[in-house]
């Protein structure tokens, strides 16, 4: 053994030779799982503070990774922050330090990651503010500053600029509720109440609920209260019930106030540098800064116990809505594992009131179904969050009776509920029912049965039955339900045998299907087009008798499916530039008509296999304005819209994967570097000579890599201008053909399926508001859903 090894075991220290890397996989593993129990921080922060020049870097390293990706666990770390600085003032100073750095660039940068960071360091500064490691004043000038530079961007009115300015505003109050208690009580008192002060000034400069279109679900009376009104309201109350103690948030730190209070070390914070964003258009602000969403479809006794005796304080359930999301984002990534996903096992163990089990499962279900809701666009992957209601539901007993009620509730207000929340959540019942074993309470909907054809919930409920057909066997489905609404099941199982039959009528659709029969080459049906087929129809006809022919004859399945359309891609190709490739998109949806899942997939074929151009999709779909959302019109707009943006992301995730490789190129020929240099000046030379030979391959790979990443930018431009043009020539198509006289329905759908292209529309509001005609209610309509102020 090693003297180094020996006095570590002796004094606990790491020795002369400093900690090896299982010394910091092993504190690292007891930062991340540390409790906050006293025996375990007293331990730890001794540990680390007596070996502060060794491990101050590692350990604050750690820290800060668990301050981000833990966000539920802040009070723990600052605790711990707090009594290594206690003794040990170099490490607080270096974690304040890296804080700030941190906030700086969360601050200024616009993705979800650092939105969120923002969030949870500003809440840890507030928290170390407490604990003595940063200067109480220094933290109240950073959050006074976040409110005033809200303040400064309403004064000066610039396109965009609600949505920054809210969320800034967001990221202060948003801490507030972790260091009331204690800053209300302190000499900074004075300055907390400026904070609550400089938050109603805001809130009466800023236009209430900014984005109508991101309602969930309409309230009765059509007042509706934005998600920022609601937390300032909340705030409110805490000041003025002077209720700041919070059962969610842990006093972690109040086992150690007289180590705390003792300290001197509380370092300065400086002044946070806020920097000025610009955006081109509303539209741009609002989808880079979204609102939180709110749904409030639950009595507040379930959820908050209002009216009870032990009823919750104002701020408990703003709290828990921060630790569910907060947890959502922070474990999302593993939702793709195929055991029970870590965001779950989190969800399942959130530090809640314990006293009122039954009101933290009907929050976290409220909320999570307004995360899967939220409009124009989820944070999230739908499938995410169906995933953590399925897996919650099998971890906690008692949460599916929580979740059905509050699905029966929303199905209860489903005439108020936005159309695209109402496909959403459709959607996720269908997943649902169909991961336990086609389970439902559908006795409780059968009354639907009574009502009108296009009632709400007699729609919804038709609509989950589709999509429940596309997840399991029709026959399973139908077995499963109960009889009273087996008529609402989907009627077409196969292919449109009366438009193959209207097909048929022309004696080229039977040339063709015994061609394809024989399994005739590509080329031999281009030659038979040429010399026969062109005299018998024209190649409008010849085009949709080859297609519904194909199809027919792919039925079976995708595969058989896409053989046929690759075998004949030449002819058809042929036709198409002479027919136009609507007569296609009109055939593949044709002869799969009143089928419950086929026809969107037939057009994406068409367009992966490149047999039409986006375009011939787009004006099929605006020709059918006057019944869009019907015969699957909504989805295959969806479908074609979704295939150029995948298009246009694929290419720029190609283009940030070369950007990741030159970084670890660069990284690499940095610290190859930096060993030839040392090798070098040891005499080591051999072993220099690698050291040089690695830094030049990088420097190598560095070229390579960045010639390749020049040569994405002209695809990525291209992807981006067809995405932008699909988008805006079918949003604006199907606006001012909704114009003229369409039903209440269509209209409905048009802008829902508007609202959901924001981002690409971005930069064209104007044309799309202009597609609306003159009149006032029409525009207002539009420009709420592109997320346009009136």
Same mark, same amino acid.
């Given at each position: 053994?090693?003297?180094?090894?020996?006095?570590?075991?002796e004094?606990?220290?790491?020795?002369?030779?400093?900690?090896?890397?299982?010394?910091l996989?092993?504190?690292?593993?007891?930062?991340?799982?540390?409790?906050?129990?006293?025996?375990?921080?007293?331990?730890?922060?001794?540990?680390?503070?007596?070996?502060?020049?060794t491990?101050?870097?590692?350990?604050?390293?750690?820290?800060?990774?668990?301050?981000?990706?833990?966000?539920?666990?802040?009070?723990?770390?600052?605790t711990?922050?707090?009594?290594?600085?206690?003794?040990?003032?170099e490490?607080g100073?270096?974690?304040?330090?890296?804080?700030?750095?941190a906030?700086?660039?969360?601050?200024?940068?616009?993705d979800?990651?650092?939105?969120?960071?923002?969030?949870?360091?500003?809440?840890?500064?507030v928290?170390l503010?407490?604990?003595?490691?940063?200067?109480?004043?220094?933290?109240?000038?950073?959050?006074?500053?976040?409110?005033?530079?809200?303040?400064?961007?309403?004064?000066? $009115?610039?396109?965009g600029?609600? *949505?920054?300015?809210?969320?800034?505003?967001?990221?202060?109050?948003?801490?507030?509720?972790?260091?009331?208690?204690?800053?209300?009580k302190?000499?900074?008192?004075?300055?907390f109440e400026g904070?609550?002060?400089?938050?109603?000034?805001?809130?009466?400069?800023?236009?209430?609920?900014?984005?109508?279109?991101?309602?969930?679900?309409?309230?009765?009376?059509?007042?509706?209260?934005?998600?920022?009104a609601?937390?300032?309201?909340?705030?409110?109350?805490?000041?003025t019930?002077?209720?700041?103690?919070?059962?969610?948030?842990?006093?972690?730190?109040?086992?150690?106030?007289?180590?705390?209070?003792?300290t001197?070390?509380?370092?300065?914070?400086?002044?946070?540098?806020?920097?000025?964003?610009?955006?081109?258009?509303?539209?741009?602000?609002?989808?880079?800064?979204?609102?939180?969403?709110?749904?409030?479809?639950?009595?507040?006794?379930?959820?908050?116990?209002?009216?009870?005796?032990?009823?919750?304080?104002?701020?408990?359930?703003?709290?828990?809505?921060?630790?569910?999301?907060?947890?959502?984002?922070?474990?999302?990534? $593993?939702?793709?594992?195929?055991?029970?996903? *870590?965001a779950?096992?989190?969800?399942?163990?959130?530090?809640?009131?314990?006293?009122q089990?039954?009101?933290?499962?009907?929050?976290?279900?409220?909320?999570?179904?307004?995360?899967?809701?939220?409009?124009?666009?989820?944070?999230?992957?739908?499938?995410?969050?169906?995933?953590?209601?399925?897996d919650?539901?099998?971890?906690?007993?008692?949460?599916?009776?929580?979740?059905?009620?509050t699905?029966?509730?929303?199905?209860?207000?489903?005439?108020?509920?936005?159309?695209?929340?109402?496909?959403?959540?459709?959607?996720?019942?269908?997943?649902?029912?169909?991961?336990?074993?086609?389970?439902?309470?559908?006795?409780?909907w059968?009354?639907?049965?009574?009502?009108?054809?296009?009632?709400p919930?007699?729609?919804?409920?038709?609509?989950?039955?589709?999509?429940?057909?596309?997840?399991?066997?029709?026959?399973?489905v139908?077995?499963?339900?109960?009889?009273?609404?087996?008529p609402?099941?989907?009627?077409?199982?196969?292919?449109?045998?009366?438009?193959?039959?209207?097909?048929?009528a022309d004696?080229?659709?039977?040339?063709?299907?015994q061609?394809?029969?024989?399994?005739?080459?590509?080329?031999?049906?281009v030659?038979?087009?040429?010399?026969?087929?062109?005299?018998?129809?024209?190649?409008?006809?010849?085009?949709?008798?080859?297609v519904?022919?194909?199809?027919?004859?792919?039925?079976?399945?995708i595969?058989?499916?896409?053989?046929?359309?690759?075998r004949?891609?030449?002819?058809?190709?042929?036709?198409?530039?002479?027919?136009?490739?609507?007569?296609?998109?009109?055939?593949?949806?044709?002869?799969?008509?009143?089928h419950?899942?086929?026809?969107?997939?037939?057009?994406?074929?068409?367009?992966?296999?490149?047999?039409?151009?986006?375009?011939a999709?787009?004006?099929?779909?605006?020709?059918?304005?006057?019944?869009?959302?019907?015969?699957?019109?909504?989805?295959?707009?969806?479908?074609v819209?979704?295939?150029?943006?995948?298009?246009?992301?694929s290419?720029?995730?190609?283009?940030?994967?070369?950007?990741?490789?030159?970084?670890?190129a660069?990284?690499?020929?940095?610290?190859?570097?930096?060993?030839?240099?040392?090798?070098?000046?040891?005499?080591?030379?051999?072993?220099a000579?690698?050291?040089?030979?690695?830094?030049?391959?990088?420097?190598?790979?560095?070229?390579?890599?960045?010639?390749?990443?020049?040569?994405t930018?002209?695809p990525?431009?291209?992807?981006?201008?067809?995405?932008?043009?699909t988008?805006?020539?079918?949003?604006?198509g199907?606006?001012?053909?909704?114009?003229?006289?369409?039903?209440?329905?269509?209209?409905?759908?048009?802008?829902?399926?508007v609202?959901?292209?924001?981002?690409?529309?971005?930069?064209?509001?104007?044309?799309?508001?202009?597609?609306?005609?003159?009149?006032?209610?029409?525009?207002?309509?539009?420009?709420?859903a592109?997320?346009?102020?009136?």
């Amino acid at each position: 053994m090693s003297h180094a090894k020996r006095a570590r075991r002796e004094d606990g220290s790491h020795g002369v030779d400093g900690p090896n890397e299982d010394d910091l996989r092993e504190l690292r593993d007891v930062i991340i799982h540390c409790d906050g129990s006293a025996d375990v921080l007293r331990g730890l922060s001794g540990d680390i503070a007596r070996e502060g020049e060794t491990l101050c870097e590692h350990a604050m390293g750690f820290v800060m990774e668990c301050v981000t990706e833990l966000p539920v666990k802040t009070p723990v770390y600052a605790t711990l922050v707090g009594l290594i600085n206690a003794t040990a003032g170099e490490f607080g100073g270096r974690v304040v330090e890296e804080t700030k750095t941190a906030l700086e660039e969360a601050l200024n940068g616009g993705d979800l990651t650092q939105r969120t960071r923002a969030r949870v360091l500003t809440r840890f500064l507030v928290l170390l503010s407490t604990v003595g490691a940063v200067q109480r004043m220094d933290v109240m000038r950073y959050l006074d500053s976040l409110l005033k530079e809200s303040q400064a961007l309403a004064k000066k $009115g610039a396109t965009g600029w609600q *949505p920054r300015a809210d969320w800034l505003a967001y990221v202060a109050l948003s801490a507030l509720p972790w260091g009331g208690e204690f800053l209300s009580k302190s000499e900074c008192s004075n300055e907390f109440e400026g904070l609550l002060d400089a938050a109603d000034a805001y809130c009466k400069t800023r236009s209430a609920n900014p984005d109508p279109a991101s309602v969930i679900v309409k309230s009765v009376d059509g007042t509706e209260t934005d998600w920022f009104a609601d937390m300032c309201a909340r705030l409110s109350a805490a000041h003025t019930d002077g209720i700041w103690k919070i059962a969610s948030i842990p006093t972690i730190a109040e086992q150690f106030v007289e180590e705390l209070a003792s300290t001197t070390n509380a370092h300065a914070l400086g002044d946070v540098t806020i920097s000025t964003v610009e955006f081109a258009s509303h539209a741009e602000a609002a989808a880079r800064y979204p609102g939180r969403s709110m749904l409030r479809i639950l009595d507040p006794s379930f959820t908050e116990g209002t009216g009870n005796v032990d009823a919750w304080g104002p701020l408990e359930r703003f709290v828990a809505e921060e630790y569910i999301v907060d947890t959502i984002w922070a474990f999302e990534p $593993g939702y793709r594992r195929t055991a029970t996903i *870590p965001a779950a096992e989190q969800l399942a163990s959130l530090p809640l009131p314990a006293e009122q089990p039954e009101q933290c499962q009907f929050l976290v279900a409220e909320t999570l179904f307004a995360e899967l809701l939220a409009l124009p666009e989820p944070t999230f992957s739908p499938v995410f969050y169906h995933i953590v209601i399925q897996d919650l539901c099998k971890i906690i007993p008692t949460f599916p009776p929580k979740m059905a009620k509050t699905a029966g509730m929303m199905f209860r207000s489903i005439d108020r509920m936005d159309v695209t929340a109402r496909d959403r959540l459709a959607s996720w019942l269908a997943h649902q029912v169909s991961c336990f074993d086609l389970v439902w309470p559908w006795s409780s909907w059968k009354h639907v049965m009574e009502q009108q054809e296009d009632a709400p919930q007699r729609a919804f409920v038709v609509d989950a039955l589709k999509k429940l057909c596309q997840l399991s066997f029709i026959e399973r489905v139908e077995k499963s339900l109960i009889e009273e609404l087996r008529p609402l099941l989907p009627t077409g199982r196969g292919v449109n045998a009366e438009y193959i039959a209207e097909t048929a009528a022309d004696p080229t659709f039977g040339k063709l299907q015994q061609m394809l029969a024989e399994k005739r080459q590509g080329y031999e049906v281009v030659q038979w087009i040429g010399s026969e087929g062109a005299t018998m129809a024209s190649p409008e006809v010849l085009l949709r008798s080859l297609v519904v022919a194909a199809l027919e004859r792919g039925q079976k399945c995708i595969t058989h499916h896409d053989v046929l359309l690759k075998r004949y891609a030449a002819p058809i190709r042929e036709l198409v530039e002479k027919a136009g490739g609507e007569v296609a998109v009109d055939a593949a949806v044709g002869i799969w008509r009143g089928h419950y899942q086929m026809a969107p997939i037939a057009v994406e074929r068409l367009l992966a296999l490149d047999l039409v151009a986006p375009s011939a999709v787009v004006n099929w779909v605006v020709q059918r304005a006057a019944v869009f959302g019907e015969d699957d019109t909504y989805e295959i707009a969806s479908t074609v819209c979704d295939f150029v943006c995948a298009s246009e992301a694929s290419v720029v995730g190609k283009r940030s994967a070369l950007v990741s490789k030159i970084r670890a190129a660069e990284a690499e020929a940095s610290g190859a570097g930096r060993a030839a240099e040392e090798l070098s000046a040891q005499g080591r030379s051999y072993e220099a000579q690698q050291a040089a030979a690695a830094e030049a391959q990088a420097v190598e790979e560095i070229a390579q890599h960045e010639a390749e990443l020049a040569a994405t930018e002209a695809p990525i431009a291209r992807a981006n201008a067809l995405a932008r043009e699909t988008c805006l020539q079918l949003c604006g198509g199907l606006v001012k053909a909704s114009a003229h006289g369409a039903s209440a329905p269509v209209a409905e759908r048009v802008l829902a399926f508007v609202r959901a292209r924001r981002l690409q529309l971005a930069l064209d509001t104007d044309a799309v508001i202009k597609a609306a005609g003159t009149k006032s209610i029409a525009k207002t309509a539009v420009s709420h859903a592109l997320g346009v102020p009136c």
